[in-house]
Nanobody, 116 residues
């Protein structure tokens, strides 16, 4: 059974930093992607960043490029999202995601609140 356990949300002032973590278990191969989505109040869930576990290839949405960094610790099977220079518009519930051959797996959301 695939499980994702996310943590690291909180309240931070604009310009501050947070690091989200997501421990992943249940996969038996390296052929999957890990990523982060977010959903702000009244808005649809949107992709933030993803990374391919096998080769480390990353992707970011335009408005977080240069501020957010996604990484994987393969020994710990944990994916991180380092978020710097946070802005009020980054306020959302952040969800950890794993995707393998079109199947999505989700962790519980963690709330990130950025005050102005």
């Amino acid at each position: 059974e695939v499980q994702l356990q996310a943590s690291g949300g909180g309240l931070v002032q604009a310009g501050g930093s947070l690091r989200l973590s997501c421990a992943v278990s249940g996969f038996t191969t390296d052929e999957y992607s890990l990523g982060w989505f977010r959903q702000a109040p009244g808005k649809e869930r949107e992709g933030v960043s993803c990374i391919r576990r096998s080769n480390g290839r990353t992707h970011y949405r335009d408005d977080v490029k240069g501020r957010f960094t996604i990484s994987i610790d393969k020994d710990k099977n944990t994916v991180y999202l380092q978020m710097n220079d946070l802005k009020p518009e980054d306020t959302a519930v952040y969800f950890c995601n794993a995707r393998r051959f079109g199947a999505d797996y989700w962790g519980r959301g963690t709330l990130v609140t950025v005050s102005s």
